[in-house]
């Protein structure tokens, strides 16, 4: 596996946890007020690539950066003046990479070891120390649990990030449990299962 795809890749999956995405009781401030119509998905790099989450998310237009290519996801009760909420709730953050990124597939092994070393750890870390609670891969994708150890909350909630290709370009998911929901890493393995099943089918022609 080329060495410098992949340090350029976990370099990039830092700033898919939510460029400045607050984490504890501030995550859902992050959000724009929910007074516009749903919007289901986002162009990024214009219009090269499209984010779309899963059923009852919206996009954020306002909290993504559609230009260096992130996007933030909610719930559209949160995020637009929608009743639809999702059977899961969390915030989804995603982060396309540029042209030329693409590392996953092929290399998903060499990835997995490297996410679950220090490397990986220091790459994972939005800020604070995090503890990797494990890596898993099928075809075309790598996920990677992990805590934040200093977490202010009575009980650091799991967190999982994915990596997968789209094209030629590298695409990172994280999910963050908001404040308030109970989820366990079975159900953000299939929350992040479901957003990257939703870009690839509205990305169909570069999968």
């Given at each position: 596996?080329?060495?410098?795809?992949?340090?350029?890749?976990?370099?990039?999956?830092?700033?898919?946890?939510g460029e400045g995405a607050p984490g504890g009781g501030g995550l859902l401030s992050f959000l724009s007020p929910a007074s516009?119509?749903?919007?289901?998905?986002?162009?990024?790099?214009?219009?090269?690539?499209?984010?779309?989450?899963?059923?009852?998310?919206?996009?954020?237009?306002?909290?993504?950066r559609a230009t260096s290519g992130f996007a933030v996801m909610?719930?559209?009760?949160?995020?637009?003046?929608?009743?639809?909420?999702?059977?899961?709730?969390?915030?989804?953050?995603?982060?396309?990479?540029?042209?030329?990124?693409?590392?996953?597939?092929?290399?998903?092994?060499?990835?997995?070891?490297?996410?679950?070393?220090?490397?990986?750890?220091?790459?994972?870390?939005?800020?604070?120390?995090?503890?990797?609670?494990?890596?898993?891969?099928?075809?075309?994708?790598?996920?990677?649990?992990?805590?934040?150890?200093?977490?202010?909350?009575?009980?650091?909630?799991?967190?999982?990030?994915?990596?997968?290709?789209?094209?030629?370009?590298?695409?990172?998911?994280?999910?963050?449990?908001?404040?308030?929901?109970?989820?366990?890493?079975?159900?953000?393995?299939?929350?992040?299962?479901?957003?990257?099943?939703?870009?690839?089918?509205?990305?169909?022609?570069?999968?």
């Amino acid at each position: 596996m080329r060495g410098g795809l992949v340090l350029a890749a976990l370099l990039l999956s830092a700033c898919a946890g939510g460029e400045g995405a607050p984490g504890g009781g501030g995550l859902l401030s992050f959000l724009s007020p929910a007074s516009r119509a749903p919007q289901d998905s986002i162009s990024v790099y214009g219009g090269s690539v499209t984010v779309r989450g899963p059923n009852g998310y919206c996009v954020d237009p306002a909290a993504s950066r559609a230009t260096s290519g992130f996007a933030v996801m909610a719930s559209c009760a949160r995020t637009a003046n929608a009743d639809r909420q999702p059977r899961l709730d969390a915030l989804i953050t995603a982060q396309v990479g540029r042209a030329g990124s693409a590392m996953v597939t092929g290399s998903e092994p060499a990835l997995s070891a490297l996410l679950a070393g220090p490397t990986g750890r220091d790459m994972l870390s939005d800020g604070q120390p995090v503890a990797v609670s494990g890596v898993d891969q099928t075809p075309g994708v790598v996920f990677v649990n992990f805590t934040e150890t200093e977490s202010t909350a009575p009980v650091a909630p799991p967190l999982m990030r994915a990596f997968f290709d789209i094209g030629d370009r590298l695409v990172t998911v994280s999910i963050r449990p908001v404040e308030g929901s109970d989820l366990d890493v079975t159900s953000e393995r299939l929350l992040i299962a479901e957003t990257i099943a939703a870009f690839r089918s509205v990305n169909a022609g570069d999968v």
